[in-house]
């Protein structure tokens, strides 16, 4: 494996154990605390006959909801006649920890805590055991029904002493079963469409039992990881336009794959393909990552790192003590916060990755061109440099929009792109719309904010400063007298929030944005 692969398989693996320990122990980290008494919400595979036990369940791509099975399709170009594909299925096995205590009789009762001799407090708890299967397998050999693996993990149990004969902690696990269909549908000369199905095969002795009690036979927070060598992978997100088809035709059920891997230098101006692939139960974008400042995990990744350390510096000693007798990665997460060295801590205040070096204004592409007329475009400074907003008046400013200059009071029929354009504003495609303002952003782009003509609540939204947001590119220029149109009622729609930020992003564990 070539060394630039070797990496991004590195980087996709972080994001995966990010996804694998969503939520596995949330701050405040201790047993007490009410959200760590309901755990294990993403990629929870249950046993069929406990889900359907009301009914069949309603496929959707996110993985939130308890299922029986996971089902991942996606697009694969094959390079190379000796192609090969490795799937990889990871999840976790649930474990309960469970502290007794020594009798006098010789015996051991179970308790819910337990302090040693050397002061350490011992709760009984539950863990979770990580678990992948690997399978490495080349498209053109599968047979017509797939190839099955089992997927599954065994029943198991772990005694540790306690110091000075106290007691002893037990381990145990429930067995597991499950198993993988992989299948490869040809659809061309070089192109598949591989399905990776994973099912819980097991039984609930009880149907009607609670969700705690047939938890030890799920899978937690399942997940799919593809490579390959030879071959490519099609994002569902901005596919080839020759593969539009083909991609609609794929089915996700509780799960979406996204590309992995560092995002390309340049945006493809025909869909992005790529070498790695990420079927999470989390909704992602393609080749998320983990924010390079990030020292470690926190069991949160939609959270910011600088805000939990903060927090979990603040624990009392004795909440601290509790967190590390509640489970180990608790304790690991509190040692790193306690000997977090100051360099590392200023890191995670915040980073701009998104803002390059302007270019000199004779080299700038002549529209659109931002400026009050008839003075010619200054060469702005980027905001984030002291002084960098100085002459800039969102209320006056202009820009031109097919050679007319466009700002606050004109009025635009809205244009939004059909690829990368906000979902809400693909609603809002041929309506008009009025220019509250002309903004721009730290990286030197310039935003519309509009209101929409027809929206009854156009005026309360220019009053308070909710607008919609829109490139100078995604609009066309109307008179002062053109009707307000088209004429087709739409639902009201929540504006979005402004896309340009005051001053730099603060970065969380993902920063999944461009």
Same mark, same amino acid.
């Given at each position: 494996?070539?060394? =630039?692969?070797?990496?991004? /398989?590195?980087?996709?693996?972080?994001?995966?154990?990010?996804?694998?320990?969503?939520?596995?122990?949330?701050?405040?980290?201790?047993?007490?605390?009410?959200?760590?008494?309901?755990?294990?919400?993403?990629?929870?595979?249950?046993?069929?006959?406990?889900?359907?036990?009301?009914?069949?369940?309603?496929?959707?791509?996110?993985?939130?909801?308890?299922?029986? !099975?996971?089902?991942?399709? /996606?697009?694969?170009?094959?390079?190379?006649?000796?192609?090969?594909?490795?799937?990889?299925?990871? !999840?976790?096995?649930?474990? %309960?920890?469970?502290?007794?205590?020594?009798?006098?009789?010789?015996?051991? %009762?179970?308790?819910?805590?337990?302090?040693?001799?050397?002061?350490?407090? %011992?709760?009984?708890?539950?863990?979770?055991?990580?678990?992948?299967?690997?399978?490495?397998?080349?498209?053109?050999?599968?047979?017509?029904?797939?190839?099955?693996?089992?997927?599954?993990?065994?029943?198991?149990?772990? !005694?540790?002493?306690?110091?000075?004969?106290?007691?002893?902690?037990?381990?145990?696990?429930?067995?597991?079963?499950?198993?993988?269909?992989?299948?490869? $549908?040809?659809?061309?000369?070089?192109?598949?469409?591989?399905?990776?199905?994973?099912?819980?095969?097991?039984?609930?002795?009880?149907?009607?039992?609670?969700?705690?009690?047939?938890?030890?036979?799920?899978?937690?927070?399942?997940?799919?990881?593809?490579?390959?060598?030879?071959?490519?992978?099609?994002?569902?997100?901005?596919? *080839?336009?020759?593969? &539009?088809?083909?991609?609609?035709? /794929?089915?996700?059920?509780?799960?979406?794959?996204?590309?992995?891997?560092?995002?390309?230098?340049?945006?493809?101006?025909?869909?992005?393909?790529?070498?790695?692939?990420?079927?999470?139960?989390?909704?992602? *974008?393609?080749? *998320?990552?983990?924010?390079?400042?990030?020292?470690?995990?926190?069991?949160?990744?939609?959270?910011?790192?600088?805000?939990?350390?903060?927090?979990?510096?603040?624990?009392?000693?004795? $909440?601290?003590?509790?967190?590390?007798?509640?489970?180990?990665?608790?304790?690991?997460?509190?040692?790193?916060?306690?000997?977090?060295?100051? $360099?590392?801590?200023?890191?995670?205040?915040?980073?701009?990755?998104?803002?390059?070096?302007?270019?000199?204004?004779?080299?700038?592409?002549?529209?659109?061109?931002?400026?009050?007329?008839? &003075?010619?475009?200054?060469?702005?400074?980027?905001?984030?440099?002291?002084?960098?907003?100085?002459?800039?008046?969102?209320?006056?400013?202009?820009?031109?929009?097919?050679?007319?200059?466009?700002?606050?009071?004109?009025?635009?029929?809205? /244009?939004?792109?059909?690829?990368?354009?906000?979902?809400?504003?693909?609603?809002?495609?041929?309506?008009?719309?009025?220019?509250?303002?002309?903004?721009?952003?730290?990286? =030197?782009?310039? %935003?519309?904010?509009?209101?929409?003509?027809?929206?009854?609540?156009?005026?309360?939204?220019?009053?308070?400063?909710?607008?919609? !947001?829109?490139?100078?590119?995604?609009?066309?220029?109307?008179?002062?007298?053109?009707?307000?149109?088209?004429?087709?009622?739409?639902?009201?729609?929540?504006?979005?929030? *402004?896309?340009?930020?005051?001053?730099?992003? $603060?970065?969380?564990?993902?920063?999944?944005?461009?």
């Amino acid at each position: 494996m070539a060394n =630039g692969t070797g990496g991004a /398989c590195a980087q996709l693996s972080a994001v995966a154990d990010a996804v694998l320990y969503e939520g596995y122990l949330l701050y405040p980290y201790r047993r007490s605390s009410a959200k760590n008494r309901v755990r294990w919400q993403f990629g929870v595979l249950l046993p069929r006959n406990w889900v359907e036990r009301d009914g069949p369940v309603t496929p959707v791509v996110s993985g939130s909801a308890d299922s029986w !099975y996971q089902q991942t399709e /996606c697009l694969l170009r094959v390079r190379r006649a000796d192609a090969t594909v490795r799937v990889r299925v990871r !999840y976790l096995q649930l474990q %309960h920890k469970q502290v007794e205590r020594a009798g006098g009789d010789g015996a051991h %009762h179970p308790v819910e805590s337990l302090r040693t001799a050397d002061g350490t407090v %011992h709760l009984s708890f539950e863990e979770a055991v990580p678990r992948e299967t690997e399978l490495v397998l080349r498209p053109e050999e599968l047979p017509r029904d797939g190839r099955i693996v089992a997927v599954g993990a065994p029943a198991g149990a772990e !005694y540790e002493p306690l110091p000075a004969g106290a007691g002893r902690t037990v381990r145990r696990r429930r067995e597991v079963r499950a198993g993988t269909t992989v299948t490869a $549908e040809r659809l061309g000369p070089g192109l598949y469409r591989l399905r990776v199905r994973t099912e819980n095969t097991g039984d609930a002795p009880d149907p009607r039992a609670s969700r705690n009690a047939v938890l030890g036979q799920a899978l937690l927070a399942t997940h799919t990881l593809l490579t390959g060598d030879g071959v490519e992978f099609v994002s569902l997100i901005d596919p *080839p336009a020759a593969l &539009a088809e083909q991609v609609r035709g /794929c089915r996700n059920a509780f799960t979406f794959p996204v590309l992995g891997g560092a995002p390309p230098q340049s945006a493809s101006e025909d869909g992005a393909t790529g070498t790695l692939l990420l079927s999470a139960p989390i909704i992602l *974008p393609d080749h *998320p990552q983990v924010a390079p400042e990030s020292p470690g995990d926190l069991h949160d990744a939609a959270e910011i790192d600088e805000i939990l350390t903060l927090r979990t510096m603040l624990l009392t000693d004795e $909440e601290k003590a509790e967190a590390r007798a509640t489970d180990p990665r608790a304790a690991r997460i509190l040692d790193r916060v306690d000997t977090m060295p100051r $360099e590392v801590f200023s890191r995670l205040h915040g980073a701009i990755r998104s803002l390059t070096p302007r270019a000199p204004a004779a080299e700038r592409p002549s529209a659109p061109v931002v400026g009050r007329p008839p &003075a010619p475009a200054p060469d702005r400074p980027a905001w984030w440099q002291e002084g960098g907003d100085d002459g800039l008046s969102p209320a006056t400013d202009t820009v031109l929009v097919d050679g007319v200059p466009v700002g606050g009071g004109s009025r635009v029929r809205l /244009c939004p792109r059909g690829r990368g354009a906000d979902a809400q504003d693909m609603f809002l495609a041929g309506r008009t719309a009025r220019v509250a303002a002309v903004f721009h952003d730290v990286d =030197g782009s310039t %935003h519309l904010a509009v209101t929409v003509d027809d929206d009854p609540a156009a005026e309360l939204h220019g009053w308070y400063g909710r607008f919609h !947001y829109f490139r100078p590119d995604e609009v066309e220029t109307l008179g002062p007298d053109a009707p307000p149109g088209p004429g087709r009622p739409i639902r009201p729609q929540s504006p979005r929030p *402004p896309e340009r930020p005051a001053r730099g992003p $603060e970065e969380g564990r993902f920063d999944g944005r461009p």
